[in-house]
């Protein structure tokens, strides 16, 4: 028997179309309101106010020659995109969008964790991608980004668990259900959540795998055409997955004021605006900082941060004991 | 400090009858020094003096013989050290034991003109393309560089790799850190960075030698186009040396609007290289602030010269546009503006974190090396050299007008980029001034189309150093010899000073603090 | 000079730019959007014609047009000053006229001061891309018909 309803969820909504145009949409999100606080007026011809720009960039990369230089390692050179955004587009999937999750079901206890494995085995992916181009420029990009994404991956998980703790499970649709938000009940987690992604999304101040007076195209020297399509794609759909999950584990997900009967209108649409906030203030971050420089962003995390997760973990874990669970909040 | 007549008087005491001496000639005074003692005189200068620092160095060709003029500033301005070798055997003595800025010179002089300074030996072109054939020197007068057959690249030791475990990395010649095509090639150790070595002549147009085939008023718009940037500098430099060779009699009225021109070129080229080091350490908001405010100054150049970028109102006699009383409030007006942000940005060079993370105790260049490298412009004020073409030796009307030398001790890009902030700030200063006190009268005097015979230097403060010409006329209306030393030309052996012992992350900023414009450093 | 201590240590950037949200953009919408050049400016040369003429010159037509009050003489001042080697004399109706090739021509106007004569102005005319490269050689001619 074929599920027709469990087809149109995967493939259209909230599935693979939905998160596709959701991407778009954000990377229009964030071009415009980079260029406004820049004083100018980014895209504006593609579309009204320009928001077909990022469909009409993936069009003009899809028409453009596919090169492969000669000494890649050719299985990895030409999957790597490809799967790197798949497994980005399977692991948004598990984050409940309209109340559940795409495949319809409350999620399983520790799909947290997979989540969050799924998302550095892409990750791991572009820096093979990276490593797999015959150039040196691509080299040293993707050694940038693999220093870079795992040293922030400890304290991205240690912060991670932070709501888990709250609720005291490890599903996100558990997390997500919370009756208090995490934003609430833990607020330095969130500041300090919202500065590891950024790391991990590798946008400013940590955009180092990116500079271009240093290392010229970083990862992405050598692809063009599709490839390089899907790779900017996979960037862009880090970026939704990245605020998808602080939506999910801190802002309550998609709950609100409810209107019975109209829950799968309104679930949606508090998710998207609650996601389209987080990606507001983590692109404004991104604007009004510089770079940091390679040495100063490792010390940044091994330092700064990592001790910082490891003392708000401890903070939270002391204040659910003994603060939290006596007085029954956030169960 | 010692004064010119010093200078003189000690020279004729040490060297009696083995040198003459010109007064008055190329500068203060001209000296001929031949067989070799052109190294001690230096030398004498040297110590007497710290300031001193070679200028330029000029190769000419008078037919049986090579000469090697060799401009050097002290305290007071030029003094011109002239040798002469024969063309069958052009060895000199180098100077760079007791002077190692003149390096570059003279590697320019040897490939050009084919004079061999023993002592300082290259091997392949320094400013000439590797497909040049050796032995054809472009610069004499019985060479016609359209003839010339071009060879085959051949093997250079530059583009062999490094040696163990360090790398060597290729920066350029097209790389998104540099503007304009050059090459360096950089051997790290793990990321500490342990030689630079540049390879310049990429944009190399040969424009000195295009200058002897053209009158001296269409030269006036081949030396305009040296720089897009800087260019009404390039202008007055050559108009500066060939009106102190004819001495007309210019109006007070132009030396006010051609010291207005300058300052509005040094204006935006400040805002540029502000702009521009912002991109390099990824902060393109502050880029986009600082390019935004440019942009009123363009379109000022444009009311004042009829165009953007090359101005041209600069010419022998005067000046060829005159300001209205309209414009005047205008211009003002558009001035207060960018005088009303000055705050705003001065706070970010403060207060920003990332700012502050990139930019301090990065390239720190020390007095004592930027006297020794003679460098100019910011990079010598922001290492705490006071120099400052425009205080030490006036041209046109900055005599009149009041303004403050900006020296910063610190040597960092920190600090060069501070000292190029409140170099806006003066100049609108001096801009408000020029236009208040602006005297009325005639803007231009005619002038005879040949040139007698004769030699001048000119100096003058473009945005990024000092700039330095050097005119020589033969009676015809055409010159004889024109040589441009810029700004970028002088600073770039700082450049691979101070990228020893750091981080090559820090390249792209320390680079773009030395406001580098190889259009300029080529010709 | 010592470093201006400031008052707070927050750096202003995250103030202004959340009002540049609210501000009108700096970019001028060229080319919905046509910019006002003040007077003077150095764009294209023109011969003079009778000040009450306009003058219209599309792109892709042959720069000719009406020379009725061409001043021009035989002086070739113009051709011995420009700096681009842009300007030939050519011979037109027995008289020899100047023939400017704006392919090489740096919009110097050292032509317009030198022509003793005044034959040679600018305007602000500076749209000047085609196609075509012979097009931008400004032969003159006489035409006998000319407009009011």
Request: glycine share 8%; aromatic share 10%; charged share 20%.
């Amino acid at each position: 028997m074929i599920d027709l309803i469990l087809i149109f969820r995967i493939l259209v909504f909230p599935g693979f179309t939905f998160i596709l145009f959701l991407t778009l949409f954000c990377d229009w999100v964030e071009r415009k309101l980079e260029a406004r606080i820049q004083n100018r007026v980014g895209p504006m011809v593609a579309g009204p106010g320009g928001i077909l720009q990022p469909l009409a960039d993936f069009i003009k990369l899809l028409t453009k020659e596919d090169i492969e230089p000669r000494g890649v390692k050719k299985a990895v050179f030409r999957f790597a995109p490809m799967v790197a955004f798949s497994i980005m587009v399977f692991a948004m999937c598990f984050l409940p969008i309209d109340g559940a999750s795409v495949l319809s079901s409350g999620g399983f206890s520790g799909d947290l964790i997979v989540i969050l494995a799924f998302a550095t085995i892409a990750n791991f992916l572009l820096f093979m991608a990276g490593w797999a181009s015959a150039n040196p420029y691509g080299t040293i990009g993707s050694a940038r980004v693999l220093t870079q994404f795992l040293g922030y991956d400890i304290p991205l998980y240690l912060l991670a668990l932070t709501p888990a703790f709250l609720v005291g499970s490890l599903s996100v649709f558990e997390i997500a259900g919370a009756a208090w938000p995490a934003i609430i009940l833990a607020p330095w987690a969130f500041v300090l959540f919202i500065i590891t992604l950024q790391a991990e999304l590798e946008k400013d101040p940590f955009d180092v795998p990116h500079s271009e007076s240093e290392v010229v195209g970083g990862l992405e020297t050598e692809y063009t055409g599709a490839k390089l399509a899907f790779l900017h794609l996979t960037r862009d759909v880090q970026v939704v997955f990245g605020s998808a999950l602080v939506v999910t584990l801190f802002l309550g997900g998609a709950n609100g004021p409810m209107i019975a009967g109209l829950e799968w209108l309104l679930q949606p649409i508090y998710f998207v605006i609650k996601l389209l906030i987080v990606v507001v203030i983590s692109e404004y971050i991104t604007t009004v900082v510089a770079r940091l420089r390679i040495d100063q962003v490792l010390t940044g995390n091994w330092k700064i941060l990592l001790p910082a997760a490891i003392i708000s973990l401890m903070i939270t874990v002391a204040l659910v004991t003994w603060v939290y669970n006596p007085l029954s909040i956030g169960v | 400090m010692a004064s010119n007549i010093d200078m003189i008087s000690l020279l004729q005491s040490k060297f009696g009858e083995k040198i003459q001496i010109q007064p008055g000639v190329s500068g203060t005074a001209s000296i001929v020094a031949n067989n070799g003692l052109h190294h001690d005189v230096l030398a004498e200068m040297i110590a007497a003096d710290e300031k001193t620092g070679i200028v330029a160095m000029t190769g000419l060709d008078f037919g049986q013989t090579l000469g090697v003029y060799y401009h050097v500033r002290t305290a007071k301005p030029f003094f011109t050290i002239k040798a002469e070798v024969p063309k069958a055997d052009p060895k000199i003595r180098s100077v760079v034991d007791i002077h190692p800025g003149a390096r570059f010179h003279e590697l320019e002089v040897t490939d050009l003109f084919g004079v061999v300074f023993v002592g300082n030996e290259y091997d392949g072109h320094f400013v000439l393309s590797e497909n040049w054939p050796d032995g054809v020197y472009p610069l004499r007068k019985d060479v016609d560089p359209t003839k010339v057959k071009l060879v085959p690249t051949p093997e250079r030791e530059a583009n062999l790799p490094a040696e163990g475990r360090q790398v060597k990395i290729i920066i350029g010649p097209q790389h998104p850190a540099l503007l304009e095509p050059e090459k360096f090639s950089v051997t790290v150790d793990g990321e500490t960075v342990t030689k630079v070595e540049p390879r310049i002549g990429y944009v190399h147009r040969g424009i000195e030698k295009s200058t002897e085939s053209r009158t001296y008023l269409q030269d006036i718009y081949l030396v305009e186009r040296v720089c897009g940037i800087c260019n009404p500098a390039h202008a007055y430099g050559f108009v500066g040396a060939v009106e102190k060779i004819l001495k007309p009699d210019v109006p007070e009225r132009a030396r006010y609007l051609r010291v207005i021109a300058l300052e509005l070129n040094r204006l935006h080229s400040h805002l540029l290289v502000l702009g521009h080091a912002g991109l390099e350490i990824g902060y393109e908001t502050v880029f986009q602030y600082f390019w935004r405010d440019r942009e009123p100054i363009m379109d000022l150049i444009e009311l004042t010269s009829g165009n953007r970028v090359y101005g041209s109102l600069i010419t022998v006699g005067g000046v060829r546009r005159d300001i209205t009383a309209e414009q005047i409030p205008k211009i003002k007006s558009v001035l207060n503006d960018l005088r009303g942000k000055i705050p705003f940005y001065r706070k970010i060079y403060l207060d920003e974190p990332t700012i502050r993370l990139r930019m301090k105790e990065v390239g720190i260049l020390s007095r004592e090396d930027a006297l020794k490298l003679s460098v100019v412009g910011p990079i010598a004020r922001g290492s705490g050299v006071d120099i400052d073409v425009r205080k030490d030796i006036p041209y046109e009307a900055y005599g009149e007008i009041p303004f403050k030398e900006i020296v910063y001790p610190d040597g960092d890009v920190w600090a060069r980029m501070n000292v190029r902030m409140d170099e806006v700030e003066e100049s609108l200063n001096i801009l408000d001034y020029a236009l208040d006190h602006l005297p009325s009268g005639p803007i231009r005097v005619d002038v005879a189309r040949s040139v007698p015979v004769g030699e001048a230097v000119c100096s003058l403060e473009a945005p990024r150093g000092e700039l330095f010409y050097f005119v020589k006329s033969n009676g015809t209306d055409m010159p004889e010899r024109v040589k441009i030393r810029t700004p970028t030309f002088a600073n770039i052996p700082s450049f691979l000073k101070t990228a020893i012992g750091e981080s090559i992350a820090d390249i792209p900023s320390n680079f773009v603090s030395l406001d580098p414009c190889f259009s300029c450093t080529d010709r | 000079m010592a470093e201006k201590k400031s008052r707070s240590r927050i750096s202003p950037i995250f103030k202004r730019a959340l009002s540049h949200l609210f501000t009108k953009p700096a970019t001028s919408k060229y080319p919905f959007v046509r910019p006002t050049l003040p007077p003077n400016s150095r764009g294209k040369l023109v011969y003079e014609i009778k000040a009450c003429n306009e003058i219209d010159f599309e792109c892709g037509e042959d720069f000719r047009f009406d020379i009725k009050s061409m001043r021009g003489s035989n002086c070739r001042v113009c051709a011995r000053d420009c700096p681009a080697q842009a300007i030939e004399i050519v011979e037109v109706e027995g008289k020899m006229r100047p023939q400017i090739d704006l392919n090489s021509c740096i919009f110097c106007s050292q032509c317009v001061e030198s022509c003793p004569r005044n034959a040679i102005k600018q305007s602000d005319l500076f749209e000047l891309a085609t196609t075509d490269k012979k097009a931008l050689v400004m032969k003159p001619e006489y035409k006998h018909e000319t407009g009011a």
